[in-house]
Nanobody, 123 residues
Framework: QVRLVESGGGLVQAGGSLRLACAASGLTFSVFAMGWFRQAPGRERDFVAAIDWSGSTTYYADSVKGRFTISRDNAQNSMYLQMADLKPGDTAVYYC????????????????WGKGTLVTVSS
């Protein structure tokens, strides 16, 4: 059974930083593409960042480019999202997701989801 568990969310002031982690189990983590999505109150879930199976290719939403960094540690079955210069508009529940494929391209579906971790950025 695939299980994705996010951690690292919390309350931070604007301009601050947070590092989210996603721990995966029940799958061969190292062969699948992964990603982060977020859903703000009253809004649809949006793409944030994605990374291929090897970590060599990454994608970012324009709104986070230059501020967020996605990475993975296949030996630890974990993925991370380092978030810097946080803004109130980054407030959302952040979800870890996995695609049953080595690669991901914009618009491609994710097949497994975590339950999310809340990030709140105060002004």
């Amino acid at each position: 059974q695939v299980r994705l568990v996010e951690s690292g969310g919390g309350l931070v002031q604007a301009g601050g930083s947070l590092r989210l982690a996603c721990a995966a189990s029940g799958l061969t983590f190292s062969v699948f593409a992964m990603g982060w999505f977020r859903q703000a109150p009253g809004r649809e879930r949006d793409f944030v960042a994605a990374i291929d199976w090897s970590g060599s290719t990454t994608y970012y939403a324009d709104s986070v480019k230059g501020r967020f960094t996605i990475s993975r540690d296949n030996a630890q079955n974990s993925m991370y999202l380092q978030m810097a210069d946080l803004k109130p508009g980054d407030t959302a529940v952040y979800y870890c997701a996995m695609r049953s494929s080595r690669n991901w391209s914009p618009g491609a579906a994710m097949h497994y989801w975590g339950k999310g971790t809340l990030v709140t950025v105060s002004s």
